[in-house]
């Protein structure tokens, strides 16, 4: 009986690691996304026009950063 609790415990520990490397590859997918997109909006940015379409664009860069980073903590 013992052997069979030990066989149990060990698909459980291997359930649980599976899991966590599932929400680990996510967190990396939805880090990866954050960083392209801060990328793009450095690139508008650095593409950019007057001042006042700067400040703008920086904002909503630093906003949808915010809330993409915000997503992955």
């Known amino acids: 009986m013992d052997g069979m609790m030990e066989v ?4 459980q520990d291997m359930q649980a690691q599976k899991l ?3 929400q680990a590859v996510a967190g990396a997918g939805l880090a990866k996304e954050a960083m392209e997109f801060q990328g793009s909006m450095v690139n508008a940015i650095i593409s950019g ?6 400040a703008r664009d920086s904002g ?3 906003q949808g ?7 992955v903590a």
């Open 8 to 11: 149990v415990g060990m698909a």
């Open 20 to 22: 966590q490397m599932q």
């Open 49 to 54: 026009g007057t001042g006042m379409d700067m």
């Open 60 to 62: 909503l860069a630093a």
């Open 65 to 71: 950063i915010g809330s993409k980073l915000s997503v």
